[in-house]
């Protein structure tokens, strides 16, 4: 199978991780597809024209990154899943669609950040940038109780949201907001950052994919 997407080895890629998690690394190969390129290829792949897309043994296309994730969970070999079951689903996909959520909010306020200054939307910054604070805040709030449950999918893409956040500061770099110039996620989120800082040494999320980026 093929995973088409935009490799960065900076920041947490969820479907390496649930890959890694599940011992399939080596059956994918990588295809570098960069959605915003002029001449982006992903539109042979997805309809929607975003990355990640999943190119499956079969040659059917799968997308969306949760669906790619949960369909690479479906192979694991190690006779875990980082997609609970029963009540502890639900609080693992909303975690899941918080760190997702997140990291949209921040890549939409740095699209609409590449427009010249006179023809951006600060509406719609502000409002993706609301997205990621509160995102960011609610994560703080419940970042105690992280570690109660084994590790999944919601834990997955919330560093992942962060990594993503800790290599693009559209935040910072735009500075609508008093006090965003020196924007740092790790401010007043001590539990948060705590979290975090120990989540990343995990084997699956400190392994560098350098593979992935050079075969691609
Ligand atoms: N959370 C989504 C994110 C997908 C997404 O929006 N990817 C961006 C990465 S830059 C993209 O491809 N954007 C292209 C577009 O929105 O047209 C997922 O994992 O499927």
Same mark, same amino acid.
């Given at each position: ?187 007043? @989120?001590?539990? &948060? #950052?705590?979290? %975090?800082?120990? =989540? $990343? /040494? @995990?084997?699956? &999320? #400190?392994?560098? %994919?350098?593979? =992935? $980026? /050079?075969?691609?």
């Amino acid at each position: 199978m093929k995973l088409v997407f935009t490799p960065n080895p900076k920041y947490i890629h969820k479907a390496l991780v649930v890959a890694h998690e599940g011992g399939i690394l080596d059956r994918v190969e990588f295809e570098r597809s960069v959605p915003f390129d002029e001449d982006t290829s992903i539109w042979r792949f997805n309809p929607l024209g975003k990355v990640p897309c999943l190119i499956t043994d079969d040659g059917a296309p799968l997308f969306g990154g949760l669906v790619i994730c949960e369909y690479l969970d479906s192979l694991s070999t190690t006779g875990k899943s980082v997609f609970p079951t029963g009540h502890a689903r639900w609080p693992a996909l909303r975690q899941a669609m918080l760190g997702e959520g997140m990291f949209d909010a921040t890549t939409n306020m740095r699209v609409e950040g590449w427009r010249p200054e006179s023809e951006r939307h600060a509406d719609y910054m502000l409002r993706e940038r609301r997205k990621v604070i509160n995102a960011l805040d609610m994560m703080e709030r419940e970042a105690a109780q992280f570690a109660d449950a084994p590790f999944h999918i919601g834990h997955i893409c919330m560093a992942g949201g962060i990594s993503y956040l800790e290599l693009r500061n559209p935040i910072q770099e735009h500075d609508m907001v008093s006090g965003d110039a020196t924007f740092d996620w790790r401010a007043g @989120r001590a539990g &948060l #950052a705590a979290w %975090y800082d120990k =989540a $990343v /040494s @995990r084997p699956s &999320l #400190a392994y560098r %994919y350098e593979h =992935a $980026v /050079s075969k691609s």
